[in-house]
């Protein structure tokens, strides 16, 4: 079967999953070349970019959406601010929309769902069994699973139609560009190396393929660039066999409020119930992460009690730099990859394209290693004239010889500070440390590791619960054999930072940055274990949070065993002051009848006893009075030892920026510090 890229039509031969080449070829005319476009190979193969079923296809256009809508904002140094909205929409109100009249089901027994009368006669009874078995469990106090047949039938029942809208404050598009953006797999602006959120560089477009596949509804885009005085407005979808943009309105349109930005529009099937938890942890990651963006994420629906409006506040205007775009480092390069830079270079000599398509290659190493590649090759030369064995040489040379490494300059991590406030923000924990490592190499690539570890807090479970973030994005899927996982798990000894990994709230959170992460699994959902130097950078991030806990726990752990002992101590004072009084009150009668020879101050204070001006209260005061004396030189004794103490800490308040005033306050309980500026 040959495919005509023009026709969609429904008459087309459909071809099978996997290419099409299922019949055997019974002539030679049968068994001719076929080609598939990208557009196509991605429908077939969506799970690959993580639309494996509605539920994920829901998920995954939700993220693409974000993200995209990050970049776009970060890149013209805006502080994000993203609008999420997924409205769901009722089958019967689909239907509306596309034109399609409802019709009532007639032969019940050709639906997947239908059930006869004896399987629900038989599925109750079996149901009512599970119920009485938990009933039962639960007065022993024992926890049952809950039983497939108690869940509900069939899950596919559960999908439904979803608008999915993004709105971002970022760059907008060009108005031309709109349609080829959208509209064609594997193009973008985003190629390049460098630190990308994106996995495939398909995100939006393959969105727009699932609602091909799914609904069969085209995108709509609105989108405006700063100063324009215009917005663009974009209807297509996209034609998959060609893999070109099908463009159904494409106009210019007023922009009164001068907005610039991108508002994405997309009608999917997905399954929200499946999903929503795994979206809501996204979003909540998302914002830990991103503590300078604000999201707004907004689920509606006919059942009002569905309905939910999150709103994720911006906590800093602190953003991390964009992430710059480098040159390739030697040692990371294959022949492939030589080849493509021989092709696209400026350069003309072999010398210039050394030195400037590559880093870590100056001017006198690139003569030395032109030198070592032997007598047929000089620095002169031109570059486009290299034959393939020559090529093969240098990518040899290459992988042999020594660079210094790349520097991590083209990095954006998120950074400790926001790592910190996105935890404490998001999580409210007692405890928190975080560490941001230096950067490092591996293959050729730089990376950074950066690491907080928090104690307590709200929505966290016992034991340890693992956030991961590669190039500022989380990572929600395949956790158990990613690298944070294993080495949190197996190489961390928790306990000798005195926490209790199986008792104790802790947050491991791990974000990782490189110009190429090195994931693992179709769906690039994890980091592979395997990679020496970027597990023992987690591991030694993660330690380093320890430490800082550690010192923080050892302090805490002292000042509750002083509490305890001045307790303990206070709790004896009654009866001390007591039997002390009685004594005393016994050897002041005594003393009345037989005359004993006391010194003046022992004579003096049964005197007084007898008199009553020392009575049990003052003997109350007076240990009172030592047990706060020694604990107080106690705490000051440790605060010399210890250095001083973080607590206790008072809140202090900033004056608006936007204040007339050329002075900003500081104000606390205590003090006013005024900043003149
Ligand atoms: N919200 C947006 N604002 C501005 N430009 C956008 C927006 N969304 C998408 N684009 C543009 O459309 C292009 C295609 O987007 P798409 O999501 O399909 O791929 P990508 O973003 O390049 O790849 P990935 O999603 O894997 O990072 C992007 O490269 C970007 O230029």
């Known amino acids: 079967m040959e495919i005509d890229g023009s026709s969609e039509s429904p008459e087309e031969p459909r071809k099978k999953k996997g290419g099409g080449a299922s019949r055997a070829p019974k002539n030679a005319k049968e068994s001719v070349l076929k080609q598939k476009s ?3 190979f991605f429908a077939e193969n969506k799970n690959i970019a993580g639309f494996d079923n509605p539920g994920k296809s829901l998920y995954t256009t939700v993220r693409e959406l974000v993200e995209n809508s990050l970049d776009s904002a970060e890149s013209i140094s805006n502080l994000p601010a993203i609008e999420m909205t997924i409205e769901e929409i009722s089958k019967s109100k689909f ?5 399609l009249i409802d019709r009532e089901r007639v032969d019940e027994e050709l639906y997947d769902d239908f059930e006869s009368a004896k399987a629900r006669e038989k599925r109750l009874a079996k149901e009512a069994r599970a119920q009485e078995i938990q009933a039962k469990n639960a007065s022993l106090g024992k926890k049952s699973k809950e039983t497939a047949s108690v869940k509900g039938v069939k899950g596919r029942g559960e999908t439904s139609f979803f608008r999915v809208t993004c709105k971002d404050n970022g760059r907008g598009m060009p108005y031309d560009d709109i349609p080829n953006m959208f509209g064609r797999v594997l193009s973008g602006t985003k190629y390049g190396l460098k630190q990308t959120r994106g996995k495939f560089g398909l995100g939006a477009k393959m969105a727009l393929i699932w609602s091909k596949m799914s609904t069969g509804l085209p995108i709509e885009i609105t989108s405006s660039m700063r100063g324009q005085n215009y917005v663009s407005f974009c209807r297509l979808d996209i034609d998959i066999h060609r893999n070109i943009p099908h463009v159904y309105l494409h106009e210019k349109r007023e922009n009164k409020d001068q907005w610039h930005g991108a508002e994405i529009q997309v009608i999917i099937e997905g399954n929200w119930t499946t999903y929503r938890s795994k979206i809501l942890h996204y979003m909540r990651q998302m914002a830990v992460i991103t503590p300078y963006a604000q999201f707004l994420f907004r689920f509606i629906s006919d059942a009002v009690d569905k309905n939910m409006t999150i709103r994720f506040a911006r906590r800093t205007d602190v953003m ?3 992430p710059l775009e480098t040159k390739h480092h030697p040692s990371a390069v294959d022949l492939l990859l030589i080849k493509r830079l021989i092709a696209e270079t400026s350069k003309q000599t072999l010398l210039q394209f050394l030195q400037h398509e590559f880093v870590k290659i100056g001017k006198s190493y690139a003569e030395r290693l032109i030198e070592e590649m032997g007598t047929d090759f000089s620095p002169k030369m031109s570059v486009k004239s290299l034959t393939s064995q020559q090529i093969v040489r240098i990518h040899q040379l290459f ?3 020594k660079f210094d490494d790349p520097s991590g300059d083209c990095l954006s991590p998120a950074g400790e500070y926001n790592l910190r406030l996105g935890i404490i923000k998001e999580l409210q924990p007692d405890m928190v440390a975080t560490y941001a490592g230096s950067p490092q190499v591996f293959e050729g690539h730089p990376f950074i590791v950066e690491a907080g570890i928090s104690l307590g807090g709200k929505a966290v479970k016992q034991g340890l619960n693992i956030f991961r973030f590669a190039n500022r994005i989380p990572l929600l899927f395949e956790q158990g054999a990613d690298v944070v996982t294993r080495t949190a798990i197996k190489r961390i000894n928790w306990n000798s930072y005195k926490i209790n990994h199986a008792q104790d709230k ?3 959170f791990v974000s990782i940055v490189s110009t190429k992460i090195p994931f693992k699994g179709t769906g690039k959902e994890y980091i592979g274990d395997d990679i020496t130097e970027i597990s023992s950078a987690v591991k030694s991030a993660i330690q380093q949070c320890c430490i800082q806990l550690k010192s923080k726990i050892v302090k805490k752990l002292q000042a509750r065993e002083r509490q305890e002992r001045k307790r303990n101590l206070a709790r004896y004072i009654p009866d001390a002051a007591r039997a002390v009084m009685d004594t005393l009150e ?12 006391y010194d003046a101050e022992d004579a003096e204070l049964l005197k007084k006893v007898a008199s009553e001006d020392i009575t049990e209260l003052t003997f109350r005061e007076s240990l009172t009075h030592y047990v706060e004396q020694v604990d107080y ?10 250095g001083v103490s973080e607590e206790p800490r008072e809140s202090i308040y900033l004056n608006a920026l936007e204040s007339t005033e050329n002075y900003v306050d500081l104000h606390s309980p205590t003090f006013v510090f005024r900043l003149i500026l």
Not at 586 to 593: F, K, L, P, T, V
């Open 633 to 642: 030189e106690m705490a000051l004794e440790y605060a010399a030892q210890s």
């Open 38 to 40: 990208p557009a196509e």
């Open 320 to 322: 991390p730099p964009v």
């Open 586 to 597: 016994a050897m002041a009668q005594d003393e009345g009848r037989k005359r004993h020879k």
């Open 95 to 99: 239907n509306t929309m596309i034109g």
């Open 506 to 508: 802790i947050g491991v």
């Open 399 to 401: 992988r042999q010889a």
